[in-house]
């Protein structure tokens, strides 16, 4: 996907249902090269002013208990503990980490781990992660529970599936960075 098409698909998903600017992409637009507020305010049609709204209470930090924030927010509560351990478990708590950092760099053995996990689920983004105590080992997980199945039209943009309903929050966190190929 070239910068412009990339940029144009940020924009077009960066805004709530309330036609509010969300902050997740203005984080996200400052993260490719070349952008800068000027060009993010320009691309969303508002003042620069409304841009450094966001980047002013933009945490530089994660929030002190990390592993809070990711139990929180992770859609799986009761995973066995076999399956705990699982590189797909950690793929999801790094991904966590990448949105709540507002799309920063993470250290560089989490940012491999996420880049193979975003490209296990395909480009174009053909499958999503689902879990399954009852799923047997398989290609994916040596101890089960773990499978990278076929996105289906429900799934929408996001990168995993789950029988229980995912808040909105979650919703916002569980969708692929555009620009996850050149992360």
């Known amino acids: 996907m070239d910068k412009d098409a990339l940029i144009a698909k940020i924009v ?33 049609g508002v003042s620069r002013a409304a ?72 480009d174009p983004q053909d499958k999503v992660l689902t879990y399954d105590r009852n799923e047997p080992p398989n290609q994916w997980s040596s101890t089960g529970g773990w499978k990278y199945v076929d996105r289906e039209e429900s799934d929408g943009d996001l990168i995993l599936r789950t029988s229980d309903e995912l808040t909105e929050e979650q919703k916002r966190v569980y969708v692929r960075p555009v620009n996850w190929a050149s992360i």
């Open 51 to 122: 841009i450094y709204k966001h980047t002013k209470n933009r945490k530089e930090v994660l929030p002190q208990n990390l592993k809070s924030e990711i139990m929180r927010l992770s859609p799986w509560r009761d995973v066995e503990p076999e399956h705990a351990k699982a590189g797909q478990r950690a793929y999801i708590a790094h991904h966590i980490e990448y949105v709540l950092s507002g799309f920063k760099k993470l250290e560089d053995w989490k940012m491999s781990r996420l880049r193979y996990f975003y490209r296990e689920l395909g």
């Open 12 to 44: 077009s998903r960066g805004r709530d249902e309330n036609g509010h600017i969300r902050s997740e992409a203005v984080y996200e637009l400052l993260s490719i090269d070349g952008m800068n507020v000027v060009k993010v305010a320009k691309e969303f």
